[in-house]
Nanobody, 126 residues
Framework: QVQLVESGGGQVQPGGSLRLSCAASGFALNEYTIGWFRQAPEKGREGVSFSRSPLHGRTYYTDSVKGRFTISRDNANNMVSLQMDSLKPEETAVYYC??????????????????WGKGTLVTVSS
């Protein structure tokens, strides 16, 4: 039952906020590097934010979301979240969480992630 399940997607107006959550089962997220990716229409999958394992506070944000997105862990509930503020229409995408046990590259590439959720759709429009 190793799986990741995203939740929290939906429609939000430009400038609004949304919090995505990713719940893990079958493994402990605090032993893994966690990443959030998104795939917008007509684009490939993009790494948005990462939280490195072991827990040492190192995070990564792609330039376009710096200052607006925050990745965080809830270790007690084996979850990770992505708080997204000041959302823009071009950030409409399917958002995925992913996990990697051993991460040598930083941030880890899409193809290197061990586990993936099925994604949750975020639509930024009025």
């Amino acid at each position: 039952q190793v799986q990741l399940v995203e939740s929290g997607g939906g429609q939000v107006q430009p400038g609004g906020s949304l919090r995505l959550s990713c719940a893990a089962s079958g493994f402990a997220l605090n032993e893994y590097t966690i990443g959030w990716f998104r795939q917008a229409p007509e684009k490939g999958r993009e790494g948005v934010s990462f939280s490195r394992s072991p827990l040492h506070g190192r995070t990564y944000y792609t330039d376009s979301v710096k200052g607006r997105f925050t990745i965080s862990r809830d270790n007690a509930n084996n979850m990770v979240s992505l708080q997204m503020d000041s959302l823009k229409p071009e950030e409409t995408a399917v958002y995925y969480c992913a996990a990697k046990r051993f991460s040598k590259a930083w941030p880890p590439p899409e193809w290197g992630m061990d586990y993936w959720g099925k994604g949750t759709l975020v639509t930024v429009s009025s």
